[in-house]
């Protein structure tokens, strides 16, 4: 294309209406400007001025605290209560100290400490009692605290008072340690004999911000008098004096320590620090924080001046100039108009000609750009332009709605949506209002209402024959939907019927529809059952997906009955906790979120997170006592027991053929198998497994395993082809033969062979970063060598190979040609036995490996496994009992910390227990106790 070489042009209405608008714009800037500039900074003046203002009144409201206690302090020095040497002396005092209490509502407490170390105290309790002391008895108002010394011991005695000074309850404290001489406010009293005034501070009983007023006695120099006072009504006192409802004041020391402040805080916060360090010499000045922007000032106070106090006022930039912008606005509203009206006037006597034609410009250049959105229709009182904007702006339409159908069936995901999508597009294209689809359900043949446009026409279409050509179906639809319509036979590649999409032409419509415009419906139509029969194919992958998914999780699950649900309520209680965690607004979690995509492949490895249980034997997966392998071993170790037991009989009976001693015979045999029937028992009792087994038991075994028994049958007879490998090379004892009781035979053992698993970490073929301890046997099935076990019924190797599932759970799912949005499924899968601390399986990570859904992932396998009462070797365990374990596992580094607190903060635990849960586990539970800081 070739550069355009014509001169610009200029309108001469154009420049004429710019030039007045431009100067009527710059002189309303500057005016605007400088009225701005002139009332920002009367406002700036006026704050300092009142910050100032306000310095002098908390200096006389603090000198106005103070004053009054220590008028009484200075009283009560002089007082005999100073010197009582007893409980009965003091009590006389207690008018005085009741009067000074109710004379002055800032006055929190009256107290004394005494050289030898007694101590009392008297405080109303008409303020904090109820929450401070919820067991005082009813009608008390005063509170007598009193700490003496009987036979070299300290006794504390509380005594509750009402008004009149009448005594309600005396209570004696088993244990009271508490020394006054050990107490700041006691020494620094001590040394000197001023009045002495300690910093702000917030007090113990009552968090009540205050003040103590110290004083040594005059007649006492060892007693010194103390008085709590309040001043909490200074931080109501600023609330009412804030400029702005966003103002924050506040009275801080010079270590930025909080006396009062009109928000209420306990501690200064970080609008009040920066304006304290910032503005402390420098005046009124602007800062930000906390992401807005502040005016602050900070003037010192006079009063209590060891303590440097300053009081800090930080008033919302767009509060204090409120009133100067809604000024600026209204000037600016103002000149706008002015200048709006002159440019209207300029620019509509120069555009009447050229209007039309500019505009089509513009619009046919948008066009050009790819702007199909643009409407180019103008009015116009030019025939020509407007008959050509009209044939403009129907091209438009035209390329636009190619845009949208493309769009449609290109990025359509549901596919209710992509039909109601589909069929409003092609009703515009032919410019009417109303239609329908309708899909074949091949089943009952018949055509089913999918997507109802606003037509009236019938749910469902019956005996459709589905190899019925077009025009057939055609007179089909006419019989049964009444009215002029056009209609449009969907199908897919295979040519095969899936649907028909109807369009209603209006009565009296004046459009004819050409067979061009029938033809371009029917192909875009065509276009239409591709992308429906592409969605439907998807969705039904993607059922196949969950059904598959679903169908081995049930398979892992039915295969055992003691771990039937189990891969079914840990997805539940996974997905349960990731909403929490995505629904979290701060902490650890607050930027956790996960999209569509993320949340079903979380959703997926939840399922199939132990899929490679489905390898793991049935035998040892549900191994309730020791010497279970398909069968309970302990029935032929009690056949042997059985045997020795005869023989103890037949022993006895050759003794008495033999004539020796018939009654030295029957207590032998008597005796023996009396321990036989001990031993067995004990035997039985340790093949149940338990917590841990003892030293001795462990030698009682190996003891009664080596008693002898003599075998006359040949043990090679009737072998499976693996126990005849594993008795291939060793030798065939002469019959008969003695063994022990007990113990642990070649044949007893299996090799890996050429079945050794990939988890060594120098295996060069473990590409999947496995880490794990291989043991020497696959199986050792020896009956000391189960028996001996110390923990529980697993050995380990049987330990191994459950723990192996994980590692077939990771091999398994890594082999499927999973899509990329569902690349983690196996890493998600294979972690939830991994641990903070790097000590768990199959790979060793640490937490700071794994991410939030694998973290997640953990905590959902280890409550469900707890709670679970589907286990042979264990009970379910309750609320209280797993919550508690969990906590263990958390300082151990087993678990998340910051996950299992979200775990126990949502009371997920609770909604999972009522669902499966039995009635006897939901025990009462404060899941305070178990947080982690």
């Given at each position: 294309m070739?550069?355009?070489?014509?001169?610009?042009?200029?309108?001469?209405?154009?420049?004429?209406?710019?030039?007045?608008t431009?100067?009527?714009?710059?002189?309303?800037?500057?005016l605007?400007?400088?009225?701005?500039?002139g009332?920002?900074?009367?406002k700036?003046?006026?704050?300092?001025?009142?910050?100032?203002?306000?310095?002098?009144?908390?200096?006389?409201?603090?000198?106005?605290?103070?004053?009054p206690?220590s008028t009484?302090l200075?009283?009560?020095?002089?007082d005999?209560?100073?010197g009582?040497?007893?409980?009965?002396?003091?009590?006389d005092r207690?008018?005085?100290?009741?009067?000074?209490?109710?004379?002055?509502?800032?006055?929190?407490?009256?107290y004394?400490g005494?050289?030898?170390?007694?101590?009392?105290l008297?405080?109303t309790?008409s303020?904090?009692g109820?929450?401070?002391?919820?067991d005082?008895?009813?009608?008390?108002?005063?509170?007598?605290?009193?700490?003496?010394?009987?036979?070299?011991?300290?006794?504390?005695v509380?005594?509750?008072?009402?008004?009149?000074?009448?005594l309600?309850e005396?209570?004696v404290?088993?244990?009271?340690?508490?020394d006054?001489?050990q107490?700041?406010?006691?020494?620094?009293?001590?040394?000197?004999?001023?009045?002495?005034?300690?910093?702000p501070?917030?007090f113990?009983?009552?968090?009540?911000?205050?003040?103590t007023?110290?004083q040594r006695?005059?007649?006492?120099p060892?007693?010194?008098?103390g008085?709590?006072?309040?001043v909490?009504d200074?931080?109501?006192q600023?609330?009412?004096l804030?400029q702005?409802?966003g103002?924050?004041?506040?009275?801080?020391?010079?270590?930025?320590?909080?006396?009062?402040?009109?928000e209420?805080?306990?501690?200064?916060?970080?609008?009040?620090?920066?304006?304290?360090?910032?503005?402390t010499e420098?005046?009124?000045?602007?800062?930000s924080?906390?992401?807005r922007?502040?005016?602050?000032?900070?003037?010192?106070?006079?009063?209590?001046?060891?303590?440097?106090?300053?009081?800090?006022?930080a008033?919302?930039?767009?509060?204090?100039?409120?009133?100067?912008?809604?000024?600026?606005a209204r000037q600016?509203?103002?000149?706008?108009?002015?200048?709006?009206?002159?440019?209207?006037?300029?620019?509509?006597m120069?555009?009447q000609?050229?209007?039309?034609?500019?505009q089509?410009?513009?619009?046919?250049s948008?066009?050009?750009?790819?702007?199909?959105?643009?409407?180019?229709r103008?009015?116009?009182?030019?025939r020509?332009?407007s008959q050509?904007?009209?044939?403009?702006?129907d091209?438009?339409?035209?390329?636009?709605?190619?845009?949208?159908?493309?769009?449609?069936?290109?990025?359509?995901?549901?596919?209710n949506?992509?039909?109601r999508d589909?069929?409003?597009?092609?009703?515009?294209?032919?410019?009417q209002?109303?239609?329908?689809?309708?899909?074949?359900?091949?089943?009952?043949?018949?055509?089913?209402?999918?997507?109802?446009?606003?037509?009236?026409?019938?749910?469902?279409?019956?005996s459709?024959p589905?190899?019925?050509?077009?025009n057939?179906l055609?007179r089909?639809?006419?019989s049964?939907?009444?009215?002029?319509?056009?209609f449009?036979?969907?199908?897919n590649?295979?040519?095969?019927l899936?649907?028909?999409?109807?369009i209603?032409?209006?009565?009296?419509?004046?459009?004819?529809?050409?067979?061009?415009?029938?033809q371009?419906v029917?192909?875009?139509?065509?276009?239409a059952?591709?992308a429906?029969?592409?969605?439907?194919?998807i969705?039904?992958?993607q059922?196949?997906?969950d059904?598959?998914?679903?169908?081995?999780?049930?398979?892992?699950?039915a295969?055992s009955?003691?771990t039937?649900?189990?891969?079914?309520?840990?997805?539940?209680?996974?997905?349960?906790l990731?909403?929490?965690?995505?629904?979290?607004?701060?902490?650890p979690?607050?930027?956790?979120?996960?999209?569509?995509?993320?949340?079903?492949?979380?959703?997926?490895a939840?399922w199939?997170?132990?899929?490679?249980?489905?390898?793991?034997?049935?035998?040892?997966?549900?191994k309730?006592?020791?010497?279970e392998?398909?069968?309970?071993?302990?029935h032929?170790?009690?056949?042997?027991?059985?045997?020795?037991?005869?023989?103890?009989?037949?022993?006895?009976l050759k003794?008495?053929l033999?004539?020796?001693?018939?009654?030295?015979?029957?207590?032998?045999r008597?005796?023996?198998?009396?321990t036989?029937?001990?031993e067995f028992?004990?035997?039985?009792?340790?093949?149940?497994g338990?917590?841990?087994?003892?030293d001795?038991d462990?030698a009682?075994?190996h003891?009664?395993?080596?008693?002898?028994?003599?075998?006359?049958?040949?043990d090679?007879l009737?072998?499976?082809g693996?126990?005849?490998?594993?008795?291939?090379?060793q030798?065939?004892p002469e019959?008969?033969?003695?063994?022990?009781?007990?113990a642990?035979?070649?044949?007893?053992?299996?090799?890996?062979?050429d079945?050794?698993p990939?988890?060594?970490?120098?295996?060069?073929r473990?590409?999947w970063?496995?880490d794990?301890?291989?043991?020497?046997?696959?199986?050792?099935?020896?009956?000391?060598?189960?028996?001996?076990?110390?923990y529980?019924?697993l050995?380990?190797?049987?330990?191994?190979?459950?723990?192996e599932?994980?590692?077939?759970?990771i091999?398994?799912?890594d082999?499927?040609?999973?899509p990329?949005?569902?690349?983690?499924?196996?890493?998600l899968?294979?972690?939830?036995?991994e641990?903070?601390?790097?000590?768990?399986?199959?790979?060793r990570?640490t937490?700071?490996?794994m991410?939030?859904?694998?973290k997640?992932?953990?905590?959902?396998?280890?409550?469900?496994?707890?709670t679970?009462v589907d286990?042979?070797?264990?009970?379910?365990?309750?609320?209280?009992e797993?919550?508690?374990?969990?906590?263990?596992?958390?300082?151990?580094?087993?678990?998340?910390?910051d996950?299992?607190?979200?775990?126990?903060?949502?009371?997920?635990w609770?909604?999972?227990?009522?669902?499966?849960?039995?009635?006897?586990?939901i025990?009462?539970?404060?899941?305070?106790?178990?947080?982690k800081?």
């Open positions: 070739l550069p355009n070489r014509q001169t610009a042009q200029v309108s001469l209405a154009f420049l004429i209406a710019s030039a007045i431009l100067g009527m714009l710059i002189l309303t800037l500057v605007v400007g400088q009225s701005f500039r009332m920002e900074q009367a700036l003046t006026a704050a300092e001025a009142t910050a100032r203002q306000l310095a002098t009144s908390v200096d006389d409201r603090i000198n106005a605290i103070t004053q206690p009484a200075a009283v009560l020095r002089h005999p209560l100073t009582a040497t007893n409980l009965d002396e003091r009590l207690l008018p005085v100290l009741a009067d000074i209490l109710s004379s002055s509502p800032i006055v929190s407490a009256i004394a005494f050289g030898d170390g007694d101590f009392f008297f405080r309790l303020s904090s109820a929450v401070q002391f919820p005082a008895p009813t009608g008390s108002h005063f509170l007598f605290q009193s700490l003496e010394r009987e036979d070299e011991q300290r006794v504390g509380w005594r509750f008072y009402d008004q009149g000074l009448n309600i005396h209570r404290l088993e244990s009271y340690d508490y006054p001489r107490r700041p406010w006691y020494q620094a009293a001590q040394s000197v004999s001023e009045l002495q005034l300690s910093a501070y917030v113990f009983t009552t968090q009540e911000t205050g003040l007023l110290s006695a005059s007649a006492q060892s007693t010194v008098l008085i709590d006072v309040t909490n200074l931080g109501a600023l609330a009412q804030r702005t409802p103002s924050q004041l506040a009275i801080v020391n010079d270590r930025g320590q909080l006396l009062a402040s009109s209420l805080e306990q501690e200064a916060g970080a609008v009040i620090q920066t304006a304290r360090l910032q503005q420098r005046g009124v000045g602007g800062f924080a906390e992401g922007d502040w005016y602050g000032v900070a003037v010192a106070l006079d009063a209590l001046p060891d303590e440097s106090l300053s009081i800090v006022i008033i919302p930039s767009d509060e204090l100039l409120a009133e100067v912008w809604a000024a600026l600016t509203l103002i000149a706008g108009a002015i200048a709006l009206l002159l440019l209207v006037i300029g620019w509509f120069g555009r000609v050229g209007k039309p034609l500019e089509l410009t513009d619009r046919v948008q066009l050009s750009r790819f702007r199909f959105d643009t409407k180019v103008s009015e116009s009182h030019i020509e332009a050509l904007s009209i044939a403009l702006d091209m438009a339409h035209t390329i636009r709605s190619f845009q949208n159908i493309s769009t449609v069936l290109n990025r359509g995901q549901d596919l949506q992509l039909l589909i069929l409003e597009q092609i009703v515009s294209i032919v410019g209002k109303r239609g329908a689809i309708y899909l074949f359900n091949i089943h009952d043949h018949k055509l089913e209402l999918t997507v109802n446009g606003g037509l009236e026409i019938p749910k469902a279409l019956r459709i589905p190899a019925a050509d077009d057939e055609i089909i639809l006419r049964h939907i009444p009215g002029h319509s056009v449009a036979i969907l199908r590649r295979r040519r095969k899936i649907g028909v999409l109807i209603e032409i209006e009565h009296g419509d004046k459009t004819e529809l050409s067979d061009d415009l029938i371009f029917d192909e875009i139509a065509g276009s059952a591709v429906i029969e592409t969605r439907e194919l969705e039904s992958q059922a196949l997906l059904g598959i998914i679903q169908l081995v999780a049930n398979a892992i699950d295969k009955p003691y039937g649900g189990h891969c079914e309520r840990v997805p539940k209680l996974a997905q349960m990731a909403e929490q965690a995505e629904s979290a607004s701060d902490g979690f607050a930027r956790f979120r996960m999209s569509e995509d993320e949340r079903y492949e979380f959703r997926l939840a199939l997170h132990d899929c490679g249980k489905i390898t793991s034997p049935e035998y040892v997966v549900d309730a006592v020791k010497l392998t398909i069968h309970n071993r302990i032929e170790i009690r056949t042997r027991f059985e045997v020795l037991h005869r023989d103890a009989d037949i022993q006895y003794a008495c033999e004539g020796k001693d018939s009654d030295e015979a029957r207590q032998q008597d005796q023996l198998q009396e036989l029937q001990e028992a004990f035997l039985a009792r340790v093949n149940q338990s917590e841990s087994m003892s001795d462990v009682r075994i003891e009664i395993g080596s008693r002898t028994w003599l075998r006359n049958f040949n090679r009737g072998l499976s693996d126990e005849q490998q594993a008795l291939e090379h030798p065939t019959l008969p033969v003695m063994e022990t009781l007990l642990d035979k070649p044949g007893h053992l299996r090799s890996w062979g079945k050794l990939p988890v060594r970490k120098d295996d060069p473990n590409r970063g496995f794990m301890t291989l043991p020497e046997h696959a199986y050792n099935r020896g009956e000391l060598h189960n028996l001996t076990v110390r529980g019924t050995t380990d190797e049987e330990r191994f190979k459950i723990n599932h994980i590692v077939q759970t091999c398994m799912l082999a499927l040609p999973l990329d949005r569902l690349a983690n499924v196996p890493r899968a294979g972690t939830h036995h641990r903070m601390d790097g000590h768990g399986y199959p790979c990570l937490g700071e490996n991410s939030i859904p694998e997640i992932m953990a905590i959902a396998d280890v409550f469900e496994a707890l679970a286990r042979p070797y264990k009970r379910g365990k309750t609320l209280s797993s919550l508690g374990l969990m906590a263990i596992m958390v300082d151990k580094g087993h678990l998340d910390k996950t299992f607190n979200l775990f126990l903060q949502s009371r997920i609770l909604t999972y227990a009522q669902q499966h849960l039995r009635p006897e586990q025990d009462p539970v404060d899941e305070s106790l178990f947080m800081p």
